[in-house]
């Protein structure tokens, strides 16, 4: 049974690690070979991690879908006044909380067994992250007053010593370390790497808390500093390999290649697991909302539908169709992901980077509703309200055309050989991830040009999407077919066509 | 790096499967071996299917949670007018919500491969799912009005027949089928048998949906039934096994082996995902609710308080303790369940039940966390909302151990031989199952016994467990050793530390 479970990072199995549990009082008992569930155990704890740190991150939408917006109020003004800041800070706090969630992977590629010990200090951790939705809120909710700010920083710096105290017990303890760095010489240069990738968010947090008191936007500005240090120390290498030439590698090369490892991508697994944490918490806080705003007031059923409870819930008409307009919005957005990830073989950096920017957009989409929901057919907004959520899944979908772009451009290393530019499922995928981006602007445009009938093409095209597809596969043949009798001999599709047969047995090799 | 994925149900691969996408129009292409990524499809679609199922059956316990309570209203008499009728509606939905989740994973044992088609059914079947926690929202607000558990019934039929649609499909195309009935000859069986346990349920909330209209009581019975049914046919045949003999297993034995296949445990990554869920989503809760109602309102630190946030938020001081204790608990009871599964190699049907159970007191934390949070410290009901928590953070660890024993009546089975009767973790683990249920029936007893002092007991309890937790393992080796010293030729107690020492070589054979 426990041979069926998924694999471990570190395949060596028969090293010199001990049992993941009982070593606090067991020294007296000779090192055993590693247990097959110690390393499940990691398994698991980064599974729950994984969806605690996406159910967070996407919480911090909360305060900003529900600002109270009277009807009658103009959306236009109150979008530039209210939403805008509190978006920015929403994107932010998301943001930050992925950083977070980024050192913990790096973190856990470096220590992969656990005992009791880890375990508990990871729900510390945990305990404090899941506190940063409150900060938030109170950020939000008081942007003048400091304390917000600085509660955020210093759970992020407390955050920040639990993960330093773990890494420190784990370096005390290593039978619980990655296999080549447990062999490895160099110990004090991966424990000093790793820590430098855990602290340097907390450092600026830190400096951002004792700003906070001073003057706030500078803290604002560390905060934000937080997100793009990695990409930006990243790029700078990047730039100095460049111009220098290989000069660094070189020098880096005197170390085992596991450094490497720790500069590699995150793995496929735990981004899958944290964007399935997001889809799954958005599609349900859309039901949390509904159940709070939609449910009748007894009192006032009887009163003002003479108990009929249906003639009350037909009030709400325009709301189930919003919400289940949404939730087949975010269904679909989740099964073209996982379409896209089936056929990805390695997430890159910048793909990684990208899926998070497009997550970010999918967890605006509460917002997108509530403004839907309230305002569609009650007010003045609905324009606004339908735009807004235009602009949003065109966002969260042109994020995921992204991936798809940038993972291209690597196609050897990162793509299926179906998906490759000439696959089998090049020109289906394309058009996957293409539907929406091209619905959603042209759903904005038309209710720009036809704003009369704005909620109906609204609706239309949220009811018109499953259909499309469902019916994609055959749009796609046909549109091939066209494609190839009007230039029968253009060049690039005959390449494609020809490859598309060919690769029906490379496929196979190459997987 | 796909080798690298959590291996397939069916270990077969090189079987006649086709490839999982792109079969619809593509007939006239020879079937092509089995693609490393197709499998893995049907890996992350239960995944998420777990994650949402699992938020939906928590999310079950917002409007019992919400119940509006006056301060200077006696807790007693509200408990038993509102919450008690409540709770009992939240656990039937809560307990439906799993024998859904159980017939989805009867399913796809079934079909384990998918294509678009499929993936895009089970999202619909998703979508009705999650809109059911609305359906118990009207229930539990208008208990007298046929309406909510006509809709909850009708959303259950539905879900029921999206479910025999994906059977049809899956038996219309037998690639996808698992391999051991793709070559079988008993094709029809096995479609009729999964059927049947599909269709059950939503047969009886067919009949519970038309009685609504005419006694409600009923309906309730009906509804309960669908919960008590698998288990009752279960205890039906086992008692006539009993009786009869043998030959009803002798009946059965004329078809293949995969028969036992289907009335086999749950698989038990799939319990562990939906258990995280629960954990997972019911720590979320709390912190929704600490957002929702102690941010302060801006108008009022301005007068109240005079602009100062920080003497505002000083009044929710006991809130603060409340979740901090409630995600305390929640976290500790993680930590439990996940080291009671690491040495659980098969989960039985009643193991699950059990399971399924504790998760839905797990549920109820939130509703603890209400009372505590509104009643502590500041109206007459706090002895009533302490003991209702301890009541519940009770049962929620009393079933955990009842796993623990239960799987301890047939060890060879399901238990690792660490874990097992004599094993090396064996009083550990028994310590840390323990260690919850002794807690909250003492706190229960010592408030019943020193009410004056409840809220410090119960604090206290709070912040002492974790600490019990780090300590646990020094604890039962001192008792141990206590042992073994008062009564140091007790048969039973030689005998386990004899197979403590024996166990540290064959533990590794055997696993």
């Not at 759970?155 to 296999?179: D, E, K, R, S, T």
Request: proline fraction near 5%.
């Amino acid at each position: 049974m426990s041979a069926a479970r998924p694999a471990a990072p570190g395949p060596g199995g028969g090293g010199p690690a001990g049992p993941a549990r009982g070593r606090g009082l067991e020294l007296d008992v000779a090192p055993e070979p590693e247990l097959g569930s110690s390393t499940q155990t990691s398994h698991r704890l980064l599974a729950y991690s994984d969806a605690l740190l996406s159910i967070i991150a996407t919480v911090m939408i909360l305060p900003v879908a529900h600002t109270k917006i009277h009807p009658d109020q103009k959306l236009g003004e109150s979008v530039q006044q209210l939403l805008l800041a509190k978006i920015a800070v929403y994107l932010m706090t998301f943001l930050i909380v992925t950083v977070a969630w980024a050192a913990h992977v790096r973190l856990f590629q470096v220590i992969e067994l656990i005992d009791d010990v880890l375990a508990l200090l990871n729900l510390a951790c945990m305990m404090i992250i899941t506190f940063l939705p409150y900060t938030f809120s109170l950020m939000a909710s008081f942007p003048d007053v400091p304390f917000g700010i600085f509660l955020f920083s210093v759970c992020a710096v407390v955050i920040g010593l639990i993960q330093a105290v773990i890494v420190a017990y784990g370096f005390y303890h290593p039978h619980l370390l990655n296999q080549q760095i447990q062999v490895s010489e160099n110990q004090n240069f991966y424990k000093r790497h790793i820590l430098k990738i855990i602290l340097r968010g907390p450092i600026l947090c830190f400096l951002a808390a004792i700003f906070s008191f001073f003057f706030i936007p500078l803290s604002y500005v560390l905060l934000g500093l937080v997100i793009v240090f990695p990409h930006l120390t990243r790029f700078i290498t990047w730039c100095k390999t460049k111009i220098v030439g290989q000069r660094d590698e070189e020098e880096h090369s005197n170390l085992e290649t596991f450094t490497f490892y720790l500069s590699e991508p995150l793995s496929k697994e735990r981004v899958e697991a944290f964007s399935d944490g997001v889809y799954a918490i958005v599609a349900t806080l859309l039901i949390l909302d509904i159940c709070e705003d939609n449910v009748p007031d007894p009192r006032e059923v009887k009163e003002k539908f003479h108990g009929s409870l249906l003639e009350a819930l037909s009030e709400y008409g325009p709301n189930y169709l919003a919400y289940f307009g949404s939730f087949v919005t975010i269904g679909l957005l989740w099964f073209v992901h996982h379409s896209l990830f089936l056929y990805v073989t390695k997430a890159t950096r910048l793909m990684g980077l990208l899926n998070i920017l497009s997550l970010a957009f999918i967890g605006g989409l509460p917002l997108a509703y509530q403004l839907t929901s309230e305002f569609a057919e009650k007010s003045h907004n609905e324009i606004e309200a339908i735009q807004v959520s235009c602009v949003i899944t065109f966002f969260a979908s042109i994020f995921q055309f992204a991936i798809w772009t940038t993972a291209l451009l690597h196609e050897r290393e990162t793509l299926h050989p179906f998906a490759r530019y000439g696959g089998k499922e090049h020109a289906f995928m394309f058009a996957k991830l293409a539907l929406y981006p091209c619905v959603s602007l042209g759903a904005f445009f038309l209710t720009c040009l036809l704003s009369e009938f704005s909620t109906a093409i609204f609706h239309l095209m949220q009811i018109v999407i499953p259909f499309a597809f469902l019916a994609l596969r055959i749009f796609v043949r046909i549109s091939l077919t066209i494609i190839k009798s009007v230039m029968p001999l253009s060049r690039r599709k005959v390449v494609l066509l020809e490859e598309e047969e060919a690769c029906l047995s490379p496929g196979e090799t190459l997987s």
